[in-house]
């Protein structure tokens, strides 16, 4: 790698190495070098639980009402492979990538992980030439902008059903959960499904899946209870 695709990089990344090395590392794919040493894997698992991390405490900044379990959601969402493709696109660094010789970048890259593996490798590499993890916050930051939004929602969401079987064992009824209609495409479904509570229907929901059908009728039902 020449001095002109480390500037190259540096610009896009908005971090100036002062090892050139670890950012030539970051940038060798395993096909180029065996050697642990030589390419990026161990810079990507150390990536990976920086990207983790610093995912996380943003998505609690911006989000400090939100549930646990949506938090969680979010950040496997913002950490999976695609968002981290898309910004690695966006950025257009896969290029500069060394690959073995016969290789083929291009379905390397498209038949592979490599472009998320290289993300991680990238904010591995930052903090290991810097010693810095704000500085690998600030290029993850600036690359994932667009999902931290403050979207999360800020509520834990009402699991009816729950709600709803509490309500009848306390009251010593039974539930039971009776699927009516089933329309759509084979691909496409949608469910009618009733609730009955002693046998009798206390409330209808639809979805596209039986849980989130069963969820709606189960809300309607309790809507009844409550009047």
Request: aromatic letters at 6%; hydrophobic letters at 40%.
């Given at each position: ?77 913002i950490v999976s492979q695609e968002p981290l493709e898309r910004a690695m696109e966006t950025l257009g660094l896969a290029r500069y990538l060394v690959v073995g ?127």
């Open positions: 790698m020449n001095s002109k695709c480390i500037a190259a990089i540096e610009n896009t990344i908005g971090y100036v190495f002062r090892d050139k090395s670890i950012l030539i590392r970051a940038f060798t794919h395993s096909s180029a070098s065996k050697v642990a040493t030589e390419n990026y894997e161990s810079l990507e698992l150390l990536g990976d639980s920086i990207l983790d991390f610093i995912v996380a405490k943003r998505l609690m900044i911006e989000n400090p009402n939100a549930h646990e379990g949506a938090l969680t959601q979010r950040r496997s969402e010789k016969g290789e083929k970048l291009e379905s390397i890259i498209r038949h592979t992980k490599v472009a998320s593996n290289l993300f991680e490798a990238i904010v591995g590499a930052i903090y290991m030439d810097s010693g810095s993890v704000d500085r690998a916050e600030e290029f993850i930051c600036t690359a994932l902008k667009p999902y931290f939004d403050g979207s999360v929602k800020h509520e834990e969401e009402r699991d009816f059903k729950t709600e709803l079987n509490e309500f009848a064992t306390r009251h010593k009824l039974s539930v039971q959960y009776v699927t009516v209609e089933t329309n759509g495409a084979p691909h496409e479904p949608t469910f009618v499904i009733d609730v009955l509570i002693d046998g009798v229907c206390a409330g209808r929901g639809k979805g596209k899946n039986k849980k989130s059908a069963q969820q709606q009728a189960a809300g309607v039902a309790l809507e009844h209870i409550a009047d």
